[in-house]
Structures are given as structure tokens and as C-alpha cells.
């Protein structure tokens, strides 16, 4: 399997003007931490839509919740929030900036795993459930925006360019290390089963009539 960052280095050999011709496909995107970060909200804020549906069903499938709890543990609590912890904060923290917002953050990642197991302990009751599932939801749109715009932009200002490349080289060595290959294609696959299994996988049905 092709990864990211060889098809970077392969497209690196090709002028961008003459990367199309030059190897029939169109040039592939790049991919640096910020985005990557972002991305892996993405998938969690599908998760938190999935859990949002499964609150309002009428009969909820218990496969679907420990489905989702089980991604967003895998994916978010054990990769996406590990690099965070690894890469990220100490950086900022040790440079002195937003040490207030990366003490919080690291909290909120605590408090997250517990909800997590409460969810996964509640075996589909829908009355156990929904509190834990309602406290992550909460707590979590408000921990990633936070992230996305303070967090992220701050790190990348930090690190310099040089730095930040290579940091998205580290990314990804670290993606496959904890979730193998196509780690953030395989959530994506996952996230999109529990939508259809739920009945939110149409993106119109959120349209206003």
C-alpha cells in the first residue's frame, strides 16, 4: 500500500505543471499535521452525529453504540488524542504558550476515556447510556473547536516550516504504528457504516425545507 507521504516524495520528482502528464493522475493533495488533526475531528464529529441519532431512535441498535464508542475509543482516545499529548502540548508547554488551554485539554481527554467506558459498560440501555453519551458530546464540540482554531494554528506558528513537515512525516509513522495501514481511511469506512446502520448516511436530510 502506497502511503501519503511516498506519494508526496514520488510527486515531488514531477513540476506541478507536468505531474498530471506525467503520471496520468492528478496531483495528490498534501497533507500536513493542522489538516491531518482536523480531519480526525471530522471523523469524531461523525461519531457524535451517530450518537446524537442513536439517542433519538426508537430502537436503538446496541451494535451501533458500541460501535461508535469503540471507534472513537481506537481511533480518537488511543491515536488521534495520543499524538496530541505527545507531539503537540509539550511543545507549546514548553515553550510557554496556551499551558492553560493544554492542562484543560489534557483533563477533558481524561474525562472523555471514563464516559467512553460508561457507554461501553452500559450494554445498549438506552437510560445508562444517554448521560455519558450527552457529557462527551457536550464536552467534546466545544474541546475540538477550541482546538482547531487556538491549538493548531498555534503549534504550526511554533514549530516553523521545516519543523512542521517533518512532524507530518512523524504523523503518519505514528498512524501506522498504533492503527496500521489506512488508519484514517478505515474510521472514515467505520464511521460511514454506523450512519447507514443508524439511517443518517443521507447528507440532504439535514437540509431545511
Keep these: 500500500m502506497t502511503t501519503r507521504r511516498q506519494l508526496l516524495r514520488g510527486a515531488a520528482l514531477f513540476p506541478p505543471a507536468l505531474s498530471l502528464a506525467a503520471t496520468g ?14 480531519r480526525e475531528h471530522g471523523v469524531l464529529n ?13 430502537a436503538p441498535p446496541a451494535q451501533v453504540l458500541d460501535g461508535t464508542a469503540n471507534l472513537i475509543r481506537r481511533f480518537i482516545e488511543d491515536y488521534h488524542e495520543k499524538i496530541e499529548e505527545d507531539e503537540v502540548f509539550p511543545r507549546l ?3 510557554g504558550q496556551l499551558g492553560g488551554l493544554t492542562r484543560i485539554l489534557r483533563q477533558q481527554h481524561r474525562a472523555g476515556r471514563l464516559l467512553t467506558e460508561q457507554v ?14 450527552r457529557a462527551f458530546i457536550r464536552m467534546y464540540r466545544p ?25 507530518g512525516e512523524r504523523f503518519e509513522e505514528r498512524e501506522h504504528e498504533i492503527l496500521g495501514q489506512d488508519g ?24 431545511p425545507r
Excluded: C
Design 25 to 38: 493522475k492528478a496531483d495528490v493533495e498534501k497533507v500536513v499535521p493542522g489538516e491531518d488533526l482536523m
Design 46 to 58: 461523525r461519531a457524535l452525529l451517530v450518537y446524537e441519532a442513536w439517542l433519538d431512535a426508537p
Design 93 to 95: 508547554e514548553k515553550a
Design 120 to 133: 461501553l459498560a452500559s450494554h445498549g440501555d438506552r437510560a445508562k447510556a444517554s448521560p455519558p453519551i
Design 143 to 167: 474541546h475540538e473547536a477550541r482546538e482547531d482554531t487556538d491549538l493548531f494554528p498555534a503549534f504550526h506558528r511554533l514549530v516553523g516550516e521545516k519543523e512542521y513537515q517533518r512532524l
Design 184 to 207: 484514517f481511511e478505515k474510521a472514515v469506512q467505520q464511521v460511514t457504516a454506523l450512519e447507514n446502520m443508524i439511517g443518517i448516511s443521507d447528507l440532504a436530510q439535514f437540509t
